[in-house]
């Protein structure tokens, strides 16, 4: 079976514009969320989607938003970039919501640079 | 302020060597869990502990939450190359959302 898979897996922008990274969960897994990781650091929160709504959202600005399609895969959009967007961003997903002994599976990321 | 303090940031070693990481808080945490990730890969589950004092082991790691679920370690015995990466302690609050601390980036030496 396929993992989660992420596209594109790098990624040039210029200040200013936006950008749609998108994600492809595991099959039969009904939950994406999605990470932000900065160089040096570790990956934080922004998103979560579980049956095509939103059930969690990070400390992140409204520049950042997603969606959750019919077949569970995901878009993130970041509108506006700044310099300080770049970073890896991971996709994740999981068979449920939450559960104490959910597993998430981590795709291998989207390396935005902004510049 | 970090949830989840790791430490050391970098240790390199030779191969064969023993090492120890630390994930610590002052919070207590019902779960906690490591995690490896490689360059240019996303993070890999490694272990769940739930239980205060609970040890566990994969081959030559041995994982440990500490008695009051307010800190864990990591002890790699024998390190080999295989085992360079970064090594993340994470935490999830609510239900939905999984806290990171920043890692620990282990070389190990050929």
């Known amino acids: 079976d396929a993992g989660v898979t992420q596209s594109p897996t790098h990624l040039i922008k210029t200040r200013g514009q936006q950008v749609t990274l998108r994600c492809s969960p595991i099959s039969g897994h009904k939950s994406v969320s999605w990470y932000q990781q900065v160089l040096g650091q570790g990956p934080q929160f922004i998103f979560q989607?579980?049956?095509?709504?939103?059930?969690g959202r990070g400390n992140f600005p409204d520049r950042f938003s997603a969606r959750q399609f019919p077949n569970y895969s995901s878009e993130l959009n970041v509108n506006a970039l700044l310099l300080g967007d770049s970073a890896l961003y991971l996709c994740a997903s999981s068979l449920e919501r939450g559960s104490f002994n959910t597993e998430a599976f981590f795709g291998q990321g989207t390396r935005l640079t902004v510049v | 302020t970090q949830l989840l303090e790791q430490s050391p940031q970098f240790l390199s070693i030779q191969e064969g060597e023993n090492l120890t990481v630390y994930c610590n808080s002052s919070?207590?945490?019902?779960?906690l869990q490591w995690y490896r990730q490689e360059p240019g890969e996303g993070p890999v589950l490694l272990v769940t502990?739930?239980?205060?004092?609970e040890v566990k082991k994969l081959k030559r790691l041995t994982f440990q939450f500490g008695d009051a679920r307010k800190d864990s370690s990591l002890h790699i015995t024998a390190a080999q190359p295989g085992d360079t990466g970064l090594y993340l302690c994470a935490v999830k609050l609510g239900s939905y959302q999984l806290t990171f601390g920043k890692g620990t980036k282990l070389s190990v030496i050929p």
């Open positions: 919070s207590v945490f019902s779960s």
């Open positions: 502990v739930v239980t205060g004092g």
């Open positions: 989607y579980y049956e095509k709504e939103e059930r």
